[in-house]
């Protein structure tokens, strides 16, 4: 039995300094993180990190084993992370656990990577008291309609977790 897209489960870890505008200098105060809405298929759970490059695959593998269909990663452009490594680092753990994946037998596209501009360069200008605006609004709209589109994609294609079929559990117990 399939399960519709609407029962369908995505864990998507978001990079709290993705996509939102740059922040106004220390005195201002403490900017809370917002993140875009990205209006995700099915039920999500959406988990805000501070850096996608502290993500470990045991938390992806755990997604999945906690019955997610897809798990969708966000991080930030590569050349405006706040972190300097962060996302070059999430990029290659990506890549090792869509290799634990395919050796498991789990479909590798089940693991969705995007990145949406960040802000590391906007919060440096703003710090010095500049205008850093590194990307337009339409600009990242767009990329989020893009990854609305593949989420979608992804769940027509991956509709039901392998990891919740009742054979599973009952191979666990034997």
Not at 83 to 93: A, L, T, V
Request: proline share 6%; charged share 25%.
């Amino acid at each position: 039995m399939l399960m519709s897209q609407e029962s369908s489960i995505l864990t998507a870890f978001v990079c709290a300094n993705c996509a939102r505008s740059g922040q106004q200098p220390a005195s201002a105060g403490p900017v809370r993180p917002s993140i875009p809405e990205f209006d995700w298929p099915g039920r999500v759970r959406q988990v805000l990190v501070p850096c996608t490059g502290r993500l470990q695959p045991e938390n992806v593998l755990r997604a999945f084993e906690a019955g997610s269909s897809i798990v969708a990663v966000v991080a930030c452009r590569e050349d405006n992370c706040h972190y300097m490594e962060g996302s070059r680092r999430c990029s290659r753990r990506i890549e090792y656990i869509r290799s634990i994946l395919k050796e498991i037998g789990l479909e590798e596209g089940r693991l969705l990577f995007f990145h949406l501009p960040g802000s590391a360069s906007e919060d440096l200008a703003a710090a010095a008291g500049k205008n850093g605006s590194t990307h337009g609004s339409g600009s990242v709209e767009a990329q989020i309609l893009e990854i609305q589109r593949e989420a979608r994609e992804a769940f027509r294609l991956y509709p039901q977790s392998p990891l919740q079929n009742a054979d599973f559990e009952e191979e666990k117990h034997e």
